[in-house]
């Protein structure tokens, strides 16, 4: 923990968006244990006699921020040693981070005594190899490039005390673990295009040989198009730049991380590449083996494996592409992944306590967590019971009440006031976005779209949804000795009575236009019991049903085995083709729509946590 005098402290009292910092002192080390502790706004990258300590900040909330706590016993040696710590303030805020105002707050120890703590006397300074003040964005979730130069780094500017929370937690979940480096092959030496052999997510690592001063800049992405790397996509850019000198320069950015497979280099002349590639770095964990029969099962299901893996960092994410974000319903099906193909779950509690921490004034969670004033989805929030019952069921943890159900209980009743006298929920006003998936009649506006205008009606998912999770929610408030009185019977009642079409047996999707019917729509109303065998039926075989996207596919299979188990094979055989597919077209890791990277206007991501539900599936069939 800190010494009880450390501060937060910056180097000026007036940072600016994208800045970097840099402070650096000398310790003496002739004992037995090292030990560094740091929690920064928004990241750190530590340095110990100029060897890589640590880096990632678990990113917090203004009120509850996480410590690190670096064990840099092997890198010190006898007698004097320097520790160099850069720190990153973005000062705006994304779908991954709060804007909270430059600083850090350090300590180091020895033996249990400390060396050096930070102080309002602290010297620091400008960081001078990272680029100053770039307010290019990569994507509007991720927020702002980080570009890099050759350059120097001085402490000589007495630094100012910082006012921020010292409610600092130790970090929730572990550090992510370095990987052998995955070296770029050069594919096309005239357009400088290199290959890493497949999806990965890590650190840009590049080494420049140039003649004299220029820019140059690195691009990466999913596939190639025309012949090159396609980087510039709607409005994002994923592409960093590197200021060079005469000479031969290495870089390691480990301020943005980076996915894809693909890295082109746009070079001025006189510039070469001497080596390039991506560090990659994945969180520890212990993979539960499985032997599948078919060739084809197996390939599908280490797929999974790694794409899960791919996303998760510091906590979940939806893309380490585009995003890198936590969401409720992603998450969720990350997580149940994750009960089966990974021996551990801290992951999966410090995620689900990391978005309890995101609930609105309103009693809603936002969008991804941390972040704050987003388009909160409704039918994430009511989902959120789900994950909660789902982790106390597979670990028999029920102490994650005690974090979770004040966040749950506001959820619940905000849904409970909102039925109306014909006992339904109807479509919620903005700022709220009604969102299912990315379906026709799934998908509404998003309320910061200029195309946004709200209309009143009732939608089928978030009515059956309540209920759905009502049932869970009310097992969990049981446990943890609290009433929760929702009359869910006279819910599932009047969704029956506004949704069904007795002609065919289906549900329609919303009563603003009767003609949406969905295959995942008609999922959740077998869920909480209503349907009959008509609707089983249209569901595996009604080709006027919208079919379910690839991110709700475990509410379509998990309603078709309560119908019938013997359904297992009909939903083999749909993983087997659409998996397939993807294997087929080069897939390394699993897309977020089978529409691949054509998608949302050519950024459809290659690699989605939410897409590696056949991993559950294929152990729940081989038991």
């Known amino acids: 923990m800190f010494n009880e005098n450390a501060k937060w402290i910056w180097i000026n009292d007036n940072p600016q968006d994208n800045e970097y910092a840099v402070f650096e002192e000398k310790f003496v080390f002739d004992g037995k244990k090292a030990t560094f502790t740091v929690c920064a706004e928004i990241d750190y990258v530590l340095y110990i006699n100029g060897a890589l300590a640590g880096f990632g900040q678990f990113a917090g909330y203004p009120e509850h ?33 709060i804007a909270d105002g430059a600083g850090v707050i350090y300590s180091l120890d020895v033996d249990g005594k400390t060396a050096t703590y930070s102080h309002k006397g602290t010297l620091g300074g400008y960081d001078n190899r990272y680029i100053q003040n770039v307010t290019r964005k990569i994507t509007g979730q991720i927020g702002y490039a980080c570009d890099m130069r050759v350059g120097d780094c001085v402490c000589d500017t007495p630094c100012v005390e910082v006012q921020k929370s010292y409610n600092i937690m130790p970090r929730p979940v572990k550090k992510t673990k370095q990987l052998p480096f995955a070296e770029g092959k050069l594919i096309d030496k005239e357009k400088s295009l290199y290959d890493v052999g497949r999806e990965t997510a890590g650190y840009l690592c590049v080494k420049f040989k140039a003649e004299k001063p220029c820019t140059a800049t690195i691009t990466y992405g999913q596939h190639i198009v025309d012949g090159g790397v396609r980087y510039l996509v709607g409005g994002r850019d994923f592409s960093l730049n590197f200021e060079l000198t005469e000479g031969t320069h290495e870089f390691l950015n480990h301020f943005t991380r980076i996915s894809g497979r693909y890295l082109q280099a746009i070079l001025p002349e006189g510039v070469e590449i001497v080596s390039i590639g991506i560090m990659p770095y994945i969180y520890p964990l212990t993979e539960t083996p ?3 029969d078919s060739e084809l099962d197996q390939k599908i299901y280490d797929t999974c494996v790694r794409t899960l893996r791919l996303c998760m960092n510091m906590h979940y994410e939806d893309t380490p592409w585009r995003e890198q974000a936590l969401y409720v319903l992603d998450s969720r099906n990350q997580m149940l992944c994750g009960y089966y193909t990974f021996a ?9 306590e990391l978005i309890a921490k995101g609930t609105r004034a309103d009693g809603m969670l936002e969008l991804t967590y941390p972040s704050k004033d987003t388009p909160a989805i409704p039918f994430f929030s009511v989902m959120y019971p789900v994950e909660v019952y789902e982790y106390i069921e597979h670990t028999g943890d029920r102490s994650i009440l005690d974090t979770t159900m004040p966040t749950m209980l506001k959820i619940m009743q905000n849904f409970k006031d909102r039925v109306e006298d014909n006992g339904l929920i109807k479509s919620f006003e903005a700022p709220y976005w009604n969102f299912y998936e990315w379906t026709d ?26 209920v759905y999770s009502g049932k869970m929610f009310t097992k969990m408030c049981e446990m943890a000795g609290i009433e929760f009185d929702c009359d869910f019977e006279g ?5 029956n009575k506004e949704f069904f079409d007795e002609s065919d047996g289906n549900f329609v999707l919303r009563t603003d236009d009767r003609s949406f019917k969905s295959q995942l729509g008609n999922s959740f109303a077998l869920l909480i019991g209503l349907g009959d065998e008509r609707t089983v039926e249209a569901i595996k075989s009604d080709k006027n049903l919208i079919e379910t996207s690839l991110s709700m596919l475990v509410y379509k299979y998990d309603a078709l085995l309560a119908a019938d188990p013997n359904n297992k094979d ?15 077209q080069g897939a390394t890791s699993f897309w977020e729509t089978i529409k691949g990277d054509a998608d949302f206007a050519n950024a459809g991501s290659l690699c989605h946590g939410w897409s590696a539900l056949p991993a559950y599936y294929y152990h729940l069939f081989n038991n």
């Open 290 to 292: 499985i032997k599948l």
């Open 65 to 97: 921020k996480y410590y690190d706590e670096l064990d840099i016993t092997d890198l010190c040696k006898e007698g004097e040693n320097t520790f160099t710590l850069t720190v990153r303030y973005e000062g705006i805020n994304s779908h991954i981070h």
């Open 344 to 352: 551990e779950t801290e992951f999966q509690r410090a995620n689900l």
């Open 570 to 584: 009909f939903i083999l055989n749909e993983i087997r083709e659409q998996y397939g597919y993807m294997l087929e």
């Open 491 to 495: 819910i599932k009642a009047a969704i």
């Open 441 to 466: 009649g799934s998908a509404d506006a998003i309320p910061t779209q200029t195309r946004y205008v709200y209309n009143e009606y009732y939608h089928l998912l978030i009515n059956c949804a309540f």
